[in-house]
C-alpha cells in the first residue's frame, strides 16, 4: 500500500517540472508573453468616486471652441446634472420640432444661417423678389436693399411687408407734396438757390463775356435805385441773379434809359448817376489793364480797352 502511494505521488512530480521550465513552445501559448514590454499609462479620470467632475475638465474635456458657451457653467460639476441638461435639452428640441433655438448675440454666423434658412430666408439675396417701379428704385439700389434684407434674415414675406410699408410712405409724402406744395418749396428753395445762381452766372459770362462785370453792376443798380423796400430788393436780387434772362433785361434796361440819360427814370437819369456809374467801371477796367494780362491774354486786354474807350465815350455824350 505505502509503495503504490509513494509512486503515485511522485510521478506526477517528476514529469510536470520539465515540462514549466523548458518547454520551447512556452512563449507561444503563454499569453503574457503577448504583452508588450514597456507598459501604457492608465486612462485619466476626471471623475472623482463620488460622481463630481474634478477641477479644470472643461479645458480639456470640452472642445476648445466650444468652452465659451455658458451652457457648461449651468450644468454643474458632476455627471448627474451634465446627463440631466443632456435630456432637459432633449425635451426642448423635441418639442420645438426642428431643433432649431434662437441664436444670442454671440451666435456665430453659421448659427444664424441655420436658424433664418429654418424660418424660410432664401439661400441667395438676389432670391428675393422686390415689387418697386424702377423710377422709384434704380437696380443698384435693389440689390443693396436685397443685400441688408438677407443678412436680417428677413423671409419673402417680411420683405413683402417692408416694400409695402414704404410703398405706404411715399404715396403719404407724394399726397402731401400735392396738397402742401409751399411748405417743401420753402425747405428746398435754400438749397436750390446757390444751385441756381451758379448756372446763371455761368450763362451770363459765357453771353457777355468780358463785358459781364460792366452788365451784371448795370442790372444791379437798375434794382438799387428803382426798389425803396429793402425785404423786396434782396428778393428781386436773388431771383435776378438766378435767371440770365431777367438780369440781361434789367442791364440792357439801364443801360439803354439810364446811361445815354434819355429814359423817364430822373433818378436813374441823373446826370450825376452816370457819371459815378461809368467812372467806377472804368476804374474797375483800368485795375484789369496790366502789363502781365496784356501778355498772357492779348484779346482780353484789347477788349477790355474798347469797352473803356466806349464807356468814355457815352460819358462824354451824356
Not at 189 to 198: D, E, N, R, S, T
Request: charged letters at 25%; proline letters at 7%.
Amino acid at each position: 500500500m505505502s509503495d503504490t502511494v509513494t509512486d503515485t505521488g511522485t510521478a506526477p512530480a517528476t514529469t510536470t517540472q520539465p515540462d514549466i521550465t523548458s518547454s520551447p513552445s512556452t512563449s507561444q501559448t503563454t499569453p503574457a508573453a503577448a504583452v508588450p514590454t514597456t507598459p501604457t499609462a492608465a486612462p485619466v479620470s476626471w471623475v472623482n468616486p463620488d460622481g463630481t467632475l474634478k477641477e479644470g475638465w472643461k479645458n480639456t474635456l470640452v472642445p476648445e471652441d466650444f468652452r465659451g458657451k455658458r451652457v457648461y457653467d449651468a450644468v454643474g460639476n458632476d455627471v448627474a446634472s451634465l446627463l440631466r441638461h443632456i435630456g432637459h435639452q432633449d425635451s426642448v428640441i423635441g418639442k420645438q420640432g426642428k431643433g432649431i433655438f434662437v441664436p444670442g448675440p454671440e451666435a456665430s454666423q453659421t448659427e444664424k444661417d441655420i436658424f433664418y434658412k429654418a424660418l424660410g430666408r432664401p439661400d441667395k439675396p438676389e432670391e428675393y423678389k422686390i415689387d418697386i417701379p424702377k423710377e422709384a428704385m434704380d437696380e443698384t439700389l435693389a440689390v443693396e436693399a436685397k443685400t441688408i434684407f438677407h443678412k436680417a434674415g428677413l423671409t419673402q414675406s417680411q420683405v413683402d411687408a417692408v416694400i409695402a410699408l414704404d410703398k405706404a410712405r411715399m404715396e403719404a409724402s407724394a399726397k402731401d407734396l400735392e396738397d402742401n406744395p409751399v411748405k417743401y418749396f420753402e425747405e428746398l428753395l435754400p438749397k436750390v438757390q446757390p444751385i441756381y445762381a451758379k448756372a446763371a452766372e455761368d450763362e451770363l459770362r459765357q453771353r457777355w463775356g468780358d463785358a459781364y462785370d460792366a452788365r451784371i453792376h448795370l442790372a444791379n443798380r437798375a434794382i438799387e435805385e428803382n426798389i425803396s423796400n429793402a425785404e423786396d430788393k434782396q428778393l428781386i436780387l436773388s431771383r435776378a441773379g438766378n435767371d440770365p434772362l431777367v438780369a440781361d433785361l434789367l442791364a440792357t434796361m439801364m443801360q439803354k434809359y439810364a446811361v445815354s440819360s434819355t429814359g423817364p427814370n430822373t433818378t436813374v437819369g441823373n446826370p450825376t448817376n452816370v457819371a459815378k456809374n461809368l467812372q467806377q467801371r472804368i476804374e474797375d477796367i483800368n485795375s484789369q489793364l496790366t502789363p502781365d494780362l496784356k501778355r498772357a491774354n492779348r484779346d482780353r486786354y484789347d477788349r477790355l480797352l474798347n469797352e473803356k474807350t466806349r464807356l468814355y465815350e457815352q460819358g462824354f455824350s451824356g
